[in-house]
């Protein structure tokens, strides 16, 4: 199992956190700047730091998000027969 990038680590880069979502570095700071990742500007300069339980959190609802818009499309996809339980199907594909 590959070791986890961000164990023991109290923040993470742009650049790790990027890494890890498959992201680019301008899209993580623009997820920070969204409030959607914790993160803080430390040093001097000034240097972007995120909190690696925010990116946890960033998947988490990211992952719940993907499983309730398939659920609607499953739902948009079937008859109101079919959900009633009554009637023929008219499209029984």
Known sequence: MPEDPSAGVR????AQVA???????DEVVALVLDGRLEGMRVGSPAQWRIVPQSVEAYLDDQ?????????????????????????EVRRPD
Not at 63 to 87: D, I
């Open 63 to 87: 992952t719940e998000e993907a499983r309730r818009m398939a659920l609607w499309r499953e739902s948009n996809a079937a008859s109101f027969p079919e959900l009633w339980g009554r009637g």
């Open 19 to 25: 890494e890890m979502l498959q992201l680019s570095v």
């Open 11 to 14: 923040v993470l880069t742009p």
